[in-house]
Structures are given as C-alpha cells and as structure tokens.
C-alpha cells in the first residue's frame, strides 16, 4: 500500500477508535456519580494509541526497508554478475531500484534492467509487510486503550502526559538541529586545521583558494580579507542604510502617522520582509550595481566595477530596513504614554520629546534590534553571490570589489575539488566561523535587552 493511502487508513481508524470511546465513556459517565476524565479525553486516549504506535512503526520501517530490499535483490541469481563494492556497483543498483519502482523509463546498464524486477516484487512484498504490521499495532493499541475505559480510569491525565511530550519534542527540535549543525561544522573544520594552522586562517591577509600550496596550504587561505569584507558590507554599508531609514520610519509611523496612515504604512514597509533573496539579488546586479559604476566614472574613477561593496550593501539595507523599524517600533510603543504626555506638559516639543525621553526608554530594544539586523546581514547569501565580486581584498573604498564569507562558502562547495581537500574543507571553517559570530550576536542582543530593559506599569 503506497504510504500516503496507508496514512489515511491509520487515521481513519485513529477517528473510529476516538468515535467508539468516547460513546462508551459517555455512558459509563453517566451512571458515575464522579469522574475525573471527561468522554472527549477517553476518546483522544484510544485516538493517540490507534495513531502513535504504527507512525512510530513507519519510520522506523522506512529506515530498515530499503536495506531489506536491497538484501532480497542481492540474494538472486542475477545479482552474482554485479561488480564488487565501488561506484559501479551503487550506480547499477540506484538504476535498478528507479527501474523497479517506476521512477525511470530506461538504464545505461542492461544489469539494471535485469534486477529491476527484482526490486519491484521485493519493494512490493516489503510493502505489504509494513502495511499489515502497521494496522495490527494500530488495531492492538486501540484494542488496549479501548480495555482501560473506566469511570475512575484518569485518561485526562494521559491524554496531558502526551501533549506535553509532544510540546517538549517539539521545543527541543530547534535546540537539537543547532547542536547538530553546530557539530557538523566542528567536525568538518577540525579535519581543515589539521591541514591548514588556524593562526594562518584566522589571521592570514591572502585568500586565493585556487593557488593552493601543497607544501603550505596556509599561506594562500588567510580568511582576513573575507571578515573585512563581511564586517564592510553587512555591518557598516548596510547598515549606513538601515539604522537610519529603519529608526525614522519607526519614529514616524509611532509618533507622527496619522492610524489611517499607519494602518497602511507599516504593512507595506514590511513586505520588504518577504521579498525573495534572489529578486534582491536581481536588483542589486541588474541595476544598482551598474548605477554604482557609473556614478563611480563620473566621479573620476574609470575602473569601478557594478561588482561592488556598495551595491551588494545598499540592497543589503534595504531588505534588513524591516528588522530595525519593527524592533524600534515595538520599543516605542511600549513606553507608556504618561511619560510622554509628562515631557510634552514641561514644554518639551514633539522632537525633544522623542530624543531625551522616548528614545532613551526605547534604547534597549533599539540596539537589539540593531544587532540582529546585523547578524541577518553578514549571514546573507544570494544577494552577495550575485551582486559582490570573489576577489578578497582589504579596502576602504565602497567602490572598488569586495567578496564576503558567504559568497565564498558557495564558491567553494560548487567547485570540483575534492571533497577532504583544504580548499572544500574551508568552506566548513568559514562555515563555523561565521556561526559563532551570528550566535555572539545574538546573545549579546538578548543580554542588552535582559540587562537594560525597563519595566513599565
């Protein structure tokens, strides 16, 4: 049975088992002269042991099958032909299995086609087999669940246990797919400064992977020019566009627009929010960059590239603007009206009253909203790898071609080198380096607003 058919099947009997309890617990309940469950708990009760075990069952099962199959296939007569353990052999068997299950129309090797069948009678009697054991635990669950339904049984309490498992699985994924990233980095960088001395990465000025020295990789990865120029168009140029734009926008639509104005306002200011990456990308390529170049040849510089630190960072800003005008505007909104009301009845104007009493309360929230704006920016990918040059240089001027860290993790990984070579492995340093500073970030903006957040009656 194909999985998804099996899936309504468990779930069709997952609702007759919640149906056919929570009857029967409503006419146990009514001769009860007290009871701590009510009918809908007994019935999610026998629900959630119709429905968990046989999903438990199915991946698992999804995991052990393929292996089976492969097994069933590999004990035929036909299979004594395929080559030993090696690429040949995967790729014979991928095509096999693609013939088998219908996925393809035609192999590059006749073998393939020979076991195809193999597969698919394998594949299918595999299938039955997790189908059957699936329902059975389903039918065995309910059953047991089914047995349990008593006036003074306290399926309330279960029923709870469950939901809260499944709260803390669910709060734990975040927590766990960090700690799983976070070790992959490790794992991968600890292999590159085997190679390469992490002095040399962390502080060496020259980045040109593609001249890399066999007898000293270290001198040609020196990640320096990579932090300059993540540091340069994530934190100073974007941010040169966002911090001001971001902060007005938010004193504008908290103090000044009419509710009509903000009603509108605020909405279409946090679309930027959702535009694509890649459409920024676009912009930034098509046509900021070479408007950047020209103003850069009117000005008296015939050799400014539209691959610049200043085009990637304007479209960089102009995403981030939302990150900064929300945070602040939450910020503002929060500080009680009396204490602006206080400042305007001391005859401090509207803009006075922004800057000595409003801003100063909001602060905290404002630098936060900073900080995270900056750990969205040196993280970005697409509209770096789009609009700013691979050519890692340490400069000042905005105008002259700049790479980032980022830009320089997908050039690296989408190359031909091999995979354990100091050149793929850096990708994981820079990788991890990048991680740490974004998580830095982050935690030092939660400890500003930790640290100096007001609280308002």
Wanted: proline fraction near 6%; avoid cysteine; charged fraction near 10%.
């Amino acid at each position: 049975m194909k999985p998804l058919a099996l899936l309504f099947v468990v779930a069709g009997l997952a609702l007759i088992g919640w149906l056919t309890a929570r009857a029967r617990a409503d006419r146990f309940l009514r001769a009860a002269t007290r009871s701590s469950s009510l009918p809908g708990h007994h019935g999610w009760y026998v629900a959630l042991w119709t429905l968990v075990p046989p999903l438990l069952f199915l991946a698992f099962w999804a995991t052990v099958a393929p292996a089976l199959v492969t097994d069933a296939v590999l004990a035929t007569p036909a299979a004594a032909a395929l080559p030993p353990q090696g690429f040949a052999r995967a790729t014979i068997l991928s095509e096999a299995r693609a013939l088998g299950a219908g996925r393809a129309y035609g192999a590059f090797h006749p073998l393939a086609a020979t076991l195809a069948p193999a597969y698919a009678a394998a594949q299918s009697r595999y299938d039955w087999i997790g189908t059957a054991l699936a329902i059975l635990l389903a039918f065995a669950g309910g059953a047991f669940a089914f047995t349990r339904i008593r006036p003074d049984y306290r399926a309330r309490t279960q029923v709870e246990r469950a939901v809260m498992l499944a709260l803390l699985v669910a709060s734990l994924i975040a927590i766990l797919t960090t700690l799983g990233i976070f070790v992959s980095l490790v794992v991968e960088s600890w292999r590159f400064f085997r190679i390469v001395p992490v002095t040399d990465f962390l502080f060496g000025t020259n980045w040109s992977p593609q001249v890399i020295r066999s007898s000293d990789p270290g001198a040609t990865l020196g990640a320096v020019p990579l932090f300059w120029g993540t540091f340069f168009i994530g934190a100073v140029i974007a941010m040169i566009v966002a911090i001001p734009f971001g902060l007005m926008s938010a004193i504008y639509l908290t103090q000044y627009a009419r509710p009509t104005v903000r009603k509108w306002m605020k909405p279409i200011l946090e679309i930027l929010a959702g535009v694509p990456t890649v459409v920024y990308g676009y912009f930034a390529a098509l046509t900021v960059g070479p408007a950047i170049r020209d103003l850069a040849v009117m000005l008296g510089m015939p050799f400014a590239s539209s691959e610049s630190a200043r085009a990637a960072g304007w479209v960089m800003g102009v995403m981030i603007i939302p990150f900064v005008s929300s945070m602040a505007d939450d910020s503002i909104a929060a500080v009680p009206q009396s204490m602006r009301d206080g400042s305007l009845a001391m005859g401090a104007t509207t803009s006075e009253t922004i800057a000595k009493v409003l801003l100063p309360a909001a602060l905290p929230g404002v630098v936060a909203g900073v900080l995270l704006a900056v750990s969205r920016a040196i993280g970005e990918t697409m509209i770096v790898v789009m609009a700013a040059s691979g050519a890692a240089s340490i400069t000042l001027n905005p105008f002259e071609s700049a790479t980032t860290v980022t830009k320089q993790i997908v050039d690296l990984l989408t190359g031909e080198a091999a995979f354990d070579s100091a050149k793929t492995l850096a990708a994981f340093a820079l990788g991890l380096t990048l991680f740490v500073v974004t998580l830095l970030l982050n935690i030092v903006a939660l400890s500003v607003v930790k640290t100096y957040r007001e609280a308002y009656e």
